[in-house]
C-alpha cells in the first residue's frame, strides 16, 4: 500500500512540473490591464486563472480537473477563441490544502489579474480561495464543491454542481427505496467541511424516511488506521456504512473493514470517484454504492464524445470530477461570449444568468444563490469499474 501511493505522489508530483511550465509559459504581460481594458485582457488574449490539488492527498482530482479544463480551453482556441481572442490558463498546484488554495488564489488576483477563477473540487479548499475571491470581486466558478457554504460568501462565488442536500438525500433515499435498508451507521471526516455536510444531512433524511442510524464515528483526513471507530460501529450491526469521504482514506477504510469481518455494505458520495479507489480498495470496495454527478455508461452523444476527445488526450476515461471541470471552464467561455464587455461585473453578471446550459454533467441551471439544479447518478462498484444504477432527480 504504501509503494502505491509513493507512485501516486511520484507520479503527480511530474505531472504538476509539466503544469507549471504551461503556467509560466505565458508572458509577464499577460495578466497585466492593457491601457483602457479590463483585468485578465489583453490585446489578444484572455487569462483565466486554476487552482487545484495537483499534489497531496486529493491528487487525483485536481489532475482530472486540470486535464478537463484544459481540454476545453484548447477546443475553444480551436474553433477561433472568444471575441477574437484566445485564452490562457494560469494553473497552480494548492497541494491538497485550504491555505495554500486561498494563497494561490490571492496569487492569481493581485499578480496575475486574471479575469475569472475555476476550481476547486474539495469544499474546504474553495470556501478558502471563495473568500480571496468575493472580496476583490473576481468571479469565481466551482467545479465540484458541493457545501452550500462555497456559494454563501458572495455574489461572485459560482458552481456547476450540485450540493451536499441533495446528495446526502439521494443516498438516503436509495439506501431506503432501493436497497430497502432501515439501519445504517455513519463514518465522517471530522475535519472535512464536504464529509460533514454530507453526513448531516443522510443523517437527516434516511431517520425522515424511518431508517435509523444506529452508530455514528469521526476520524480525521490522512488516518491510517481507522480499527477502533470501526470495531464500535460493527458492535451495532449496521446494514450500511455511510462514509462521505475522498477515495484515499474510503480505500483504507474499506480494507480494514472487511479484515475485521464487517460485512455492511459501503456507500459514500462523489468524492469516492477516483481510479485510485479501486487500486487502493481492491475487493474490498466490491459491492459499494456512491453517487456522482455522470455516468460514462450514459450513451448521450455529447457525454461520448467528450469522453472520446479526453482519451484521445490522456489516454483514459474521464472521471466525475474531470466532466465537472469542462463543463465549469465551458460556461465560463460561454458567460464571457454573452457579457456586453470584459468587466468582471458583467462577467459575473452573464454567469449568473446561466440557464439550460447543455453540459457534459446535464442541462445546467444556475439558482439565485448560484447553485446548479441537475439530477445525480447512484453508482456500483464492482471489479474495479462503476457500474450505472439508477438516476435521482431533485
Not at 476515461?317 to 471541470?325: E, W, Y
Not at 439550460?356 to 447512484?378: C, M, Q, W, Y
Request: proline fraction near 4%; glycine fraction near 10%.
Amino acid at each position: 500500500m504504501r509503494s502505491a501511493l509513493a507512485a501516486v505522489l511520484i507520479s503527480c508530483a511530474l505531472v504538476l512540473v509539466g503544469c507549471e511550465k504551461k503556467a509560466s509559459a505565458p508572458p509577464a504581460s499577460s495578466g497585466s490591464t492593457a491601457a483602457g481594458g479590463t483585468p485578465g485582457v489583453t490585446g489578444d488574449t484572455i487569462l483565466l486563472g486554476e487552482v487545484g490539488s495537483l499534489t497531496g492527498s486529493e491528487a487525483t482530482f485536481g489532475i482530472s480537473t486540470r486535464n478537463a479544463i484544459e481540454l476545453a480551453i484548447n477546443q475553444v482556441n480551436a474553433d477561433g477563441g472568444v471575441k477574437g481572442k484566445k485564452i490562457e490558463i494560469r494553473v497552480y498546484d494548492n497541494q491538497s490544502k485550504p491555505e495554500e488554495a486561498a494563497n494561490a488564489a490571492n496569487r492569481l488576483i493581485n499578480q496575475d489579474n486574471v479575469l475569472l477563477i475555476l476550481g476547486e473540487v474539495a469544499s474546504s479548499n474553495s470556501i478558502a480561495m471563495a473568500n480571496k475571491a468575493q472580496p476583490a470581486k473576481v468571479p469565481m466558478i466551482s467545479n465540484a464543491s458541493t457545501n452550500p457554504k462555497v456559494t454563501e460568501i458572495g455574489d461572485y462565488i459560482f458552481r456547476v454542481c450540485f450540493i451536499d442536500p441533495f446528495q446526502g438525500y439521494v443516498m438516503a433515499k436509495f439506501a431506503h427505496d432501493n436497497l430497502k435498508m432501515n439501519k445504517v451507521a455513519v463514518l465522517r471526516d471530522l475535519g472535512s467541511d464536504y464529509s460533514q455536510g454530507l453526513a448531516d444531512v443522510f443523517e437527516r433524511k434516511f431517520t425522515e424516511m424511518g431508517g435509523k442510524i444506529v452508530a455514528g464515528e469521526t476520524y480525521t483526513k490522512g488516518s491510517t488506521d481507522f480499527r477502533s471507530q470501526l470495531t464500535a460501529i460493527k458492535r451495532s450491526s449496521p446494514e450500511a456504512i455511510y462514509i462521505p469521504g475522498y477515495y484515499n482514506d474510503i480505500g483504507l477504510i474499506a480494507r480494514q473493514a472487511r479484515e475485521l469481518g464487517v460485512t455492511a455494505t459501503l456507500m459514500g458520495g462523489d468524492g469516492w470517484d477516483s481510479e485510485k479507489l479501486f487500486e487502493l480498495g481492491g475487493s474490498a470496495i466490491d459491492g459499494s454504492y456512491f453517487s456522482n454527478h455522470y455516468s460514462p455508461d450514459d450513451p448521450n452523444p455529447r457525454i461520448q464524445k467528450f469522453i472520446a476527445a479526453y482519451k484521445a488526450a490522456y489516454g483514459s476515461v474521464p472521471d466525475a470530477l474531470a466532466a465537472l471541470g469542462y463543463d465549469a471552464a465551458m460556461v465560463a467561455v460561454d458567460a464571457i461570449k454573452r457579457a456586453p464587455s470584459f468587466d468582471r461585473a458583467a462577467i459575473r453578471d452573464a454567469i449568473a444568468q446561466t440557464k439550460n446550459f447543455h453540459g457534459v454533467t446535464g442541462s445546467i441551471t444556475l439558482d439565485e444563490k448560484r447553485n446548479a439544479t441537475k439530477p445525480a447518478v447512484v453508482l456500483e462498484v464492482s471489479k474495479g469499474k462503476t457500474k450505472y444504477v439508477d438516476t435521482i432527480a431533485p
